[in-house]
């Protein structure tokens, strides 16, 4: 029997969830289980998007010949050899005799190495850049080497905007009968999931997880659709985000991971002194006994927090082997980026902690504090100071999270950042100007009185949308909702209406009563406005309005400022040392030591005030 999702109306999930695997790869610990995705596009040529493990092959295969629906199998796009995403080609191909495998030369190469079949008489080979059209769709290739195999590649489909991003963007852990990361507490249920995915199979590959990502901030993405884990249409640019951190080695979060090995615990107790004291001094602490806890989860962790703690015992005048282990894992990994301490134990030579140091002096990036605790033996009372003086030594070295009061912050000068903190909404303004239709992007609605019904709004003179508003005294309102995307404020936040048809080809958005047009996607009310009174404020507009129509269209929350800031603008993509300033609000990068006071956004139109310095 088949168990297929939608994720458009032409195209399918046909993938499949293992809940009996223990290990995967057989490494890594799997405890909610896997997913294997793939996806069939049902165009005027059909195509399939990789293949499953062999453990799920028999609903896999129902899967496709169900969403078929008896045509044929035109195409198989192969991105990655690993044969979870691979096992089932050979007979996928025996099925279905005339299908076409899209791949690149490397994995032609790899398919004669894994299989028997004469791949010659089947391969479509495409290199960077080319194109497939079946239909309504194009789709076209970007090459990733080692992310996380040298052969892998993803496909982007020009049509709708979708990535498919084999092993990028995935996660551990099977989907249950969801299939997009918003129908579930992603960031509660599944987002350690997808670090400790990420960290153990892609970690290493930093770099190149970083040219892949300057790749994609080219492309359009409204939707991602990875090899596995969920798919994603909404706040894409969080875990793309995530993907940027994660990839440049910069830790996610201040505090301390503090991974120990103890055999009768004088070790252990140690580790939990440390821990103590550090909390003491309200540093965030998280603790891992390594010969209990599985190495991926010690790994996902190290990514994580910024300063690490290793605490082992000598073992035959060695590391503790479990501790060693973790070590030389994390080595592998290309652990970055980290302040590290180090306490040792031993009965008669300690040397762990030397031993420790010479490992993790081959990362990048990797700085030691230099109050190296040695035990003999067990902790006694001469230990404590030495705790003590690491605990302070880490502590004094956490970033601050706040600025240190001074006298200028109470003599007169503003912080811009400071009115930033003022909650703000993000609202599509539209008017109406003969048989002209435009919108532009304001942040600034407040309601005045409820009898009447009257609100103001502040809209910036540059805009077109003012000027209309100011010759016909008449507006509507779309209270933009958590799930807009970033395209919407890209049509109407980044382009003048002067020079820009922002409604050329959309002859969906539906008029209030007074004519004028609104968003009806995304959106969780309109509110129409006659115009009272206006008041010059500068750069700005103030007008006065009386509401004529207020309408509910959802009840997702409306997107603040901060919720655009934090989930919908795309993260920027930074990989080479830039001396410069990066927009807030649209990314853009001005290239130099000094930005203009006077300076505007050529993309969104923002101010001096709204760029930061790239650190």
Not at 515 to 532: D, F, K, P, Q, T
């Amino acid at each position: 029997m088949y168990c297929t999702k939608k994720v458009r109306e032409d195209l399918i999930w046909v993938g499949a969830n293992d809940r009996r695997l223990a290990m995967f790869e057989g490494v890594y610990s799997v405890p909610q289980g896997v997913s294997y995705n793939a996806y069939l596009l049902l165009d005027e040529k059909t195509v399939l998007f990789d293949t499953v493990d062999k453990a799920v092959s028999g609903v896999f295969f129902e899967n496709v010949e169900h969403a078929l629906g008896g045509r044929t199998l035109d195409y198989i796009v192969v991105h990655h050899m690993e044969p979870d995403h691979s096992a089932t080609l050979q007979e996928l191909v025996a099925r279905y005799p005339q299908v076409k495998v899209v791949c690149n030369a490397k994995i032609v190469a790899m398919i004669k190495q894994f299989f028997t079949f004469d791949i010659e008489a089947h391969a479509h080979v495409v290199a960077e850049g080319d194109v497939l059209e079946t239909g309504r769709h194009k789709l076209t290739f970007v090459m990733a080497p080692m992310v996380h195999w040298p052969e892998v590649m993803v496909s982007y489909d020009l049509t709708d905007k979708i990535l498919f991003s084999a092993d990028a963007f995935g996660s551990f852990g099977a989907l249950n009968g969801a299939i997009f990361a918003d129908e579930v507490d992603f960031e509660r249920d599944y987002l350690d999931e997808a670090r400790r995915y990420y960290t153990n199979i892609v970690g290493k590959y930093g770099t190149q997880v970083q040219t892949l990502l300057t790749k994609a901030a080219g492309l359009d993405i409204q939707m991602i659709c990875p090899l596995h884990g969920f798919v994603w249409r909404r706040n894409i640019g969080d875990f793309i985000g995530k993907y940027l951190l994660w990839s440049s080695y910069k830790p996610e979060k201040n505090g301390v991971m503090i991974a120990y090995a103890s055999v009768y615990g004088n070790t252990a107790m140690a580790a939990e002194i440390l821990s103590s004291r550090l909390r003491d001094r309200g540093v965030e602490t998280v603790m891992f006994d390594v010969s209990v806890t599985p190495a991926s989860e010690i790994i996902a962790a190290a990514f994580r927090w910024s300063h690490l703690v290793f605490a082992s015992t000598t073992y035959n005048a060695g590391i503790f082997v479990t501790m060693e282990a973790l070590i030389s894992d994390l080595v592998a990994h290309n652990i970055s980026n980290r302040k590290v301490a180090l306490i040792e134990n031993g009965s008669w030579a300690p040397t762990s902690g030397g031993l420790m140091r010479k490992q993790l002096e081959k990362c990048d990036g990797v700085t030691f504090i230099e109050n190296t605790v040695s035990i003999r033996s067990a902790v006694k009372a001469e230990n404590l100071p030495q705790l003590e003086a690491l605990a302070e030594a880490i502590a004094a070295d956490m970033p601050k999270t706040h600025a240190e009061p001074t006298a200028a912050a109470t003599g007169g000068e503003v912080d811009n950042n400071a009115l930033l903190k003022v909650p703000y909404g993000l609202y599509v303004l539209t008017a109406r100007d003969g048989d002209r239709d435009n919108g532009c992007i304001i942040n600034t609605v407040m309601q005045v009185t409820n009898t009447p019904n009257r609100i103001s709004i502040a809209v910036n003179k540059n805009n077109y949308t003012h000027d209309m508003i100011l010759h016909t005294g008449v507006f509507n309102l779309s209270l933009l909702s958590e799930e807009a995307q970033f395209d919407v404020f890209k049509r109407f936040g980044f382009a003048s209406g002067r020079d820009t048809d922002k409604f050329a080809g959309d002859d969906a958005s539906p008029r209030t009563a007074n004519g004028l047009r609104y968003l009806s996607e995304a959106v969780c009310a309109v509110i129409s406005g006659h115009v009272l009174q206006t008041v010059d404020c500068g750069t700005h507009t103030l007008f006065i309005a009386d509401v004529t129509e207020a309408v509910t269209l959802s009840d997702v929350p409306c997107v603040t400022y901060q919720f655009y800031f934090d989930h919908i603008k795309p993260k920027p993509v930074v990989t080479e040392k830039k001396t410069g300033y990066i927009c807030k609000i649209c990314g853009y990068i001005y290239e130099g030591d000094t930005l203009p006071e006077d300076f505007i956004c050529p993309l969104c139109k923002h101010g001096a005030a709204d760029f930061e310095k790239i650190q």
